[in-house]
């Protein structure tokens, strides 16, 4: 299966139903619910409350379900999600007006636990606009012929492209929060090769970047070519690529969307190409390596931070432990290799923690510079504040 513009999985989670029931359970009762609503308003163009899902289901359940999103998205997507999504819930009048959101991820999605085929309001569809303008050669145009609604059935992830203008229909109808329109968002972008198998994970992250070096040259001529691949690349004992599996393929040119083009088609055929030859270090067992391809392609050097502290460096070690749980701290997951701490996800790198400074380097991200810059003035600020005040 390969993802190009949007995608459907039904049945998603296997405890939906006791999602659903903690949800019930939290907000049936007014006089006795807790939950910390943020009533998100920006005039005409966004009005619903939104929660951290923690305050709404189980830590156990939560931590099965964020556990199943992962899995599945780095097994069908090469993705992982940007830290945890939050939880929609948009009774009468709300409504999310049409926007983008290329700076937030790759993908964007939405798990819905709305009881749709009971529901008693109208609206509540996300609405994708198709690709294209329309012409006057075509005279009058409406409705669906200008954009896609679906449906917020439950159990459902819906999957598009987060390049894609796209919005949630203004509900109408009841303002019951058990009768609402209720949702988990968020959005996916890559991570760092992932390796499963006898390579060492490091090695293979080489090749992978040795790989966007050299792709440098030969795609400069497809300057219009945007978007997104991943795969997954089984490699063979002796380090050669038995096969290329592509997960996602979000390439386009703002000529064509995503139709097909020759450009783009050229541009796809020249990574695949560059793929299915790499070489990778015997290894002496089978491995999956799982990258991605970021066209036009992006600043190819680490992400490196390196901020000066005063305290003492067993403190700040500890300090920086507590907060890198799973989960927290910009969603690392990190594991404690002496004084350094080792950093999983969302990027690989390094965290260490040196008499006089606080240094921190990643790999480079597929991402757009937006996103960089983001993950990068937000690491700035966790680490600025953990030398200021951890030690």
Same mark, same amino acid.
């Given at each position: 299966?390969?993802?190009?513009?949007?995608?459907?999985?039904?049945?998603?989670?296997p405890?939906?139903?006791?999602?659903?029931?903690?949800?019930?359970?939290?907000?049936?009762s007014?006089?006795?619910?807790?939950?910390?609503w943020q009533?998100?308003?920006?005039?005409?163009?966004?009005?619903?409350l939104?929660?951290?899902?923690q305050?709404?289901?189980?830590?156990?359940?939560w931590?099965?379900?964020?556990?199943?999103?992962?899995?599945?998205?780095?097994?069908?997507?090469?993705?992982?999600?940007?830290?945890?999504?939050?939880?929609h819930?948009?009774?009468?009048?709300?409504?999310?007006?049409?926007?983008s959101?290329?700076?937030?991820g790759?993908?964007?999605?939405?798990?819905?636990?709305?009881?749709?085929?009971?529901?008693?309001?109208?609206?509540?569809?996300?609405l994708?606009?198709?690709?294209g303008?329309?012409?006057?050669?075509?005279?009058?145009?409406?409705?669906?012929?200008l954009?896609?609604?679906v449906?917020a059935?439950?159990?459902?992830?819906?999957?598009?492209?987060?390049?894609?203008?796209?919005?949630?229909?203004?509900i109408?109808?009841?303002?019951?929060?058990?009768?609402?329109?209720?949702?988990?968002?968020?959005?996916?972008?890559?991570?760092?090769?992932?390796?499963?198998?006898?390579?060492?994970? $490091? /090695? *293979? @992250?080489?090749? =992978? &970047?040795?790989?966007?070096?050299? %792709?440098?040259? !030969?795609?400069?001529?497809?300057?219009?070519?945007?978007?997104?691949?991943?795969f997954?690349?089984?490699v063979a004992?002796d380090?050669?690529?038995?096969?290329?599996?592509?997960?996602?393929?979000?390439f386009?040119?703002?000529?064509s969307?995503?139709?097909?083009?020759?450009?783009? $088609? /050229? *541009? @796809?055929?020249? =990574? &695949?190409?560059?793929?299915?030859? %790499?070489?990778? !270090?015997?290894?002496?067992?089978?491995?999956?390596?799982?990258?991605?391809?970021?066209?036009?392609?992006?600043?190819?050097?680490?992400?490196?931070?390196a901020?000066?502290?005063a305290?003492?460096?067993?403190?700040?070690?500890e300090?920086?432990k507590?907060?890198?749980?799973?989960?927290? /701290?910009?969603?690392?997951? =990190?594991?404690?290799q002496?004084d350094?701490f080792?950093?999983?996800?969302?990027?690989?790198?390094?965290?260490?923690?040196?008499?006089?400074?606080?240094?921190?380097?990643?790999?480079?991200?597929?991402?757009?510079?937006?996103?960089?810059?983001?993950?990068?003035?937000a690491l700035?600020?966790?680490?600025?504040?953990?030398?200021?005040?951890?030690?």
């Amino acid at each position: 299966m390969s993802i190009k513009r949007q995608h459907i999985a039904s049945d998603f989670f296997p405890e939906a139903e006791a999602l659903r029931t903690a949800y019930d359970g939290k907000v049936r009762s007014a006089y006795q619910q807790t939950v910390q609503w943020q009533y998100f308003c920006e005039p005409q163009m966004y009005t619903y409350l939104r929660t951290v899902p923690q305050q709404l289901f189980p830590e156990a359940l939560w931590g099965r379900f964020t556990r199943h999103l992962k899995q599945w998205c780095i097994d069908h997507l090469g993705m992982l999600p940007t830290g945890a999504p939050n939880f929609h819930l948009m009774v009468n009048g709300c409504t999310l007006g049409l926007h983008s959101d290329f700076q937030n991820g790759t993908w964007g999605f939405v798990y819905s636990l709305t009881r749709w085929q009971t529901r008693k309001f109208s609206g509540g569809e996300t609405l994708l606009m198709r690709d294209g303008v329309p012409s006057y050669k075509k005279h009058h145009v409406q409705g669906e012929v200008l954009y896609e609604l679906v449906p917020a059935e439950f159990n459902q992830l819906l999957l598009f492209d987060d390049r894609i203008v796209h919005g949630t229909q203004t509900i109408e109808g009841s303002m019951d929060p058990l009768e609402a329109r209720i949702a988990l968002v968020g959005h996916l972008r890559a991570t760092s090769p992932v390796v499963t198998g006898a390579l060492d994970a $490091a /090695a *293979a @992250r080489k090749v =992978v &970047l040795a790989l966007h070096h050299a %792709l440098a040259e !030969p795609v400069r001529p497809f300057k219009e070519v945007q978007g997104v691949m991943s795969f997954r690349l089984a490699v063979a004992a002796d380090g050669s690529v038995a096969s290329v599996d592509v997960l996602t393929d979000n390439f386009v040119t703002a000529r064509s969307g995503h139709a097909a083009d020759d450009e783009v $088609a /050229a *541009a @796809r055929a020249l =990574v &695949l190409d560059a793929a299915a030859r %790499l070489r990778f !270090p015997d290894a002496g067992g089978p491995s999956k390596v799982i990258a991605a391809v970021l066209l036009p392609l992006p600043d190819l050097r680490p992400i490196e931070l390196a901020i000066a502290h005063a305290g003492r460096p067993d403190r700040l070690r500890e300090t920086l432990k507590a907060q890198l749980k799973e989960g927290e /701290a910009l969603g690392f997951q =990190v594991d404690v290799q002496g004084d350094s701490f080792a950093v999983r996800e969302p990027l690989a790198g390094t965290i260490r923690i040196e008499s006089q400074r606080i240094v921190a380097t990643f790999d480079p991200p597929m991402w757009v510079p937006s996103q960089r810059d983001q993950f990068q003035a937000a690491l700035n600020e966790k680490l600025g504040l953990l030398a200021r005040y951890g030690g």
